[in-house]
Nanobody
């Protein structure tokens, strides 16, 4: 079994910062890509940022220069540092990990989601 636990969401004023974390545990052989997605009410889930196992990153245009994704491979954890937050960043944020399990299967795992609310 593999589990993902997210933390770090909350309510913040516009211009503020939050740091999201997503820790994987269980039978994990390795983790390929790690990513953060978000879904606002009435909208489709969208990719916010992703980081490959080698460290290559990519970001949605709307968050470039404000958000930073990073990973700690020793802890099987991915982070999303969010600065200069805007009300339009309000959404439920989900982590997504491409995991090779201990029994050799490759699967995508999703976190439970964490609410980020940015007030004006």
């Amino acid at each position: 079994q593999v589990q993902l636990v997210e933390s770090g969401g909350g309510l913040v004023q516009a211009g503020g910062s939050l740091r999201l974390s997503c820790a994987a545990s269980g039978s994990i052989r390795s983790i390929n890509d790690m990513g953060w997605y978000r879904q606002a009410p009435g909208k489709q889930r969208e990719l916010v940022a992703a980081i490959a196992s080698g460290g290559f990153t990519n970001y949605a245009d709307s968050v470039k220069g404000r958000f930073t994704i990073s990973r700690d491979n020793a802890k099987d954890t991915v982070y999303l540092q969010m600065n200069s937050l805007k009300p339009e960043d309000t959404a439920v944020y989900y982590c997504n990990l491409d995991i090779i399990t201990g029994w050799g299967a490759r699967r995508q795992y999703w976190g439970q989601g964490t609410q980020v609310t940015v007030s004006t």
